[in-house]
Nanobody, 122 residues
Framework: VQIVESGGVLVRAGGSLSLSCTASGITYDDYSIGWFRQVPVKDRDVGSCINSGDGIITYEDSVNGRFTISEDNADKTVYLQLNSLEPEDTAVYHC????????????????WGQGTQVTVSS
């Protein structure tokens, strides 16, 4: 199983960028895919999650309306579009897969990517 994120860059506040997460080695439809972000000395928080089989999409409050999650099932790729970026969005963004997940806070994420760094300058 491999989860690979890409797309993290340095961007100015107010800017936009798109992250990609490609999953291989899993039966894609059996998983929920979540985007998490982590900053030093804080726990990871889940920014967004998608479960295409059940038609579920969720967003954490601080990103709702600014971030958009989408997917290409054929390519097993999940995208996260980040708009109106703020310095507080600076973090390592991780993608993870939860088998039989429902984008619930109780989901257990089985597989994680290494992360991609997003830095937002003021």
């Amino acid at each position: 199983v491999q989860i690979v994120e890409s797309g993290g860059v340095l961007v100015r506040a107010g800017g936009s960028l798109s992250l990609s997460c490609t999953a291989s080695g899993i039966t894609y439809d059996d998983y929920s895919i979540g985007w998490f972000r982590q900053v030093p000395v804080k726990d990871r928080d889940v920014g967004s999650c998608i479960n295409s089989g059940d038609g579920i999409i969720t967003y954490e409050d601080s990103v709702n309306g600014r971030f958009t999650i989408s997917e290409d099932n054929a390519d097993k790729t999940v995208y996260l579009q980040l708009n109106s970026l703020e310095p507080e969005d600076t973090a390592v963004y991780h993608c993870a897969a939860a088998i039989y997940g429902s984008c619930s806070p109780r989901d257990i994420y089985d597989y994680w990517g290494q992360g991609t760094q997003v830095t937002v300058s003021s």
